[in-house]
């Protein structure tokens, strides 16, 4: 029997049926496949609408922080009225309480004592410093403030006798090292260090600033980029970031770190009108920063021009996008957008090839843009949240194309699912986007009811969308977002009171209006500061008269629209022991946001 005879009696026929089960199968692989890639695909869309919500709500609170600053200036404009009135305010705000002492004078004052189990610095330092550094930093060590003080000193002495702008070269067989933010996130750091080896001779860095805030080892991060400066001065570049900056720290934490590890505190204002000696000698000392062009009597070369003061705000506070030209930075509040052209247009003129800068959180930890001559590294991994976005560096020599190392540090939830790492995300965002819109539940109910011309209680997406971002102008897809923060009917139409249902600012007191629980719990992080300075002794008390000049000036300048007796009754009913004075921060603390329901990222609850 050959084979036609067996394919004749049917013989052949499994053949035939294992191709069509494998044709079936290829089919279902490529459903299953196609389908995987759309979840996916979805996935990654509501992680990037969460991402979206925590940059616009940081880049709001920032220009949260230059109105603060404009606040200061505003007091410094007003001084000799404000004086006449405040003077025991004014004198608490400005007041200096840094003396004219040299390094050995400060350093006398500190001693470290024989229990002290942390690293001992050795005076110069060398690499076995790094070292012995980040050994103690890995073990929770903290380094004594005696060592701290001496590396500042160290540190300044340098940084002073250097030029503002640092060259450095790289060759074929030697690259360099470009980092970005870090913000306190020491295992970032250290898993840079890991993976591309110690700063060196050979292995040289730059950082690009934003060493501090936000992260919880500012100081860590601080100790040992400025050990590594000290060791290889010429290796080793630290560029300023805007986080640099002691108004920052104030907000996002550095200064709240130091209080925390050091129990000290060293707050530098803006200088007053002042004999031209005493603002001389305070120059010298390099702890003055004059705001918006207002000068002390001190010499023109020791002060920044109006012009000048901008310009430092545009090179740390500037942003590329795709459009073409110059023009403000509305999200931030502070410096500019740049366009492509305004790029080339720079780099021609200077006779460069790229422009690498940091500055902005980007889901991969870097991004190319303006024809691939604006590259942005960022090197915090995490943080916004957990799984937020993916830290880089970037590693460059001569005459070749730059090449990215991308990382993420992971604990609790490298073991999760991808879809409960987004849900944590876009729960976290939406949690503090509700917190933002009941901030401002009054001015948004009557920009709702303006378009609610019939008095429904109901708009159309189009109209709550127009109010949501005409009040907290975040720049939000408030369309896709809508099915997280209100209720729509069969016909598309929004419940608008229906935001605001399942979250409330808690009263500390039930008779006061919700309209100065609504103002004191939406600046309360800018009077938390100005208190902080006020609080010169550290009593952690503020008398009712100052705390009621405090917020007439704040008033003011925020044109705040609040009837005073309110917040005198307020004041009055807060202080609770009725010894005319009161705990600021606990009072701050007293407003807070109470979330009916902390689950929001329910399974059937999504983004896209």
Partial sequence: MNIQDLED??????????????????????????????????????????????????????????QLSNF????????????????????????????????????????????YCGPRLQFPLTFTDIDLLIEAFKQQQILHAYYVLEVLFETKKVLQQMPNFTHTSTS??????????LHGKLDD????????????????YVFNGDFVDRGKNSMEILMILFVSFLVYPNDLHLNRGNHEDFMMNMRYGFTKEILHKYKMRSVLMPPIPMDGDRAEK???????IVAQGIRTSGSF????????????????????????????????????????????????????????????????????CHDGKVITVFSASNYYEEGSNRGAYIRMSSGTTPRFFQYQITRATCFRPLYQRVNAIESSAIRMLKERMISRKTDLTRAFQLQDRNKSGKLSMGQWA??????????????????????????????????????????????????????????????????????????????MEEFRSMWKLFKSHYSVHVDDSQFDELAERMDLNKDGSIDFNEFLKAFYVVHKFDKLNKSDNKLA
């Fill in 9 to 66: 009696m049917g013989c052949g026929t499994s053949s035939a049926t294992k191709d069509k089960k494998s044709e079936k199968a290829l089919k279902a692989a490529l459903v299953i496949q196609n389908w995987y890639r759309g979840y996916r695909a979805r996935l990654k869309t509501r992680q990037r609408y969460a991402l979206t919500i925590f940059q616009s709500i940081e880049y709001a609170d920032e220009q949260g922080q230059l």
């Fill in 72 to 115: 200061f200036s505003f007091m410094l404009e007003n001084y000799t009225r404000v004086q006449e009135k405040e003077p025991g305010l004014v004198t608490r705000l400005f007041g200096s309480s840094i003396q004219d002492k040299d390094r050995q004078d400060y350093l006398g004052l500190i001693e470290v004592p024989d229990s």
């Fill in 172 to 181: 074929p067989s030697k690259e360099i090292t470009i980092c970005g933010d």
């Fill in 189 to 204: 750091l250290f898993l840079i260090f890991y993976k591309n080896g110690l700063p060196s001779v050979s292995n040289p």
């Fill in 282 to 288: 305070k120059n010298k000392l390099g702890t003055t």
């Fill in 301 to 368: 070369s020791e002060q920044l021009t109006k012009q000048e003061w901008e310009q430092v705000v545009d090179i740390l506070w500037s942003d590329p996008r795709g459009k073409r030209g110059c023009y403000p930075n509305t999200n931030r509040g502070g410096g500019c957008y740049f366009g492509p052209d305004i790029t080339a247009k720079i780099l021609n003129k200077y006779q460069l090839k790229m422009l690498v800068r940091s500055h902005e959180c980007k889901p991969e930890g870097y991004e190319i």
């Fill in 466 to 543: 127009f109010s949501m971002e005409n009040v907290l102008g975040l720049n939000l897809p408030w369309r896709s977002l809508s099915s997280h923060l209100v209720t729509t009917d069969k016909d598309g139409n929004i419940d608008y009171m229906s935001g605001f249902q399942d979250v409330h600012i808690q009263k500390p007191v039930k008779e006061v209006q919700s309209t100065l629980i609504e103002t004191v719990y939406r600046y309360r992080s800018d009077l938390q500061i100005i208190f902080n300075i006020i609080d010169s002794d550290h009593s952690g008390l503020i008398s």
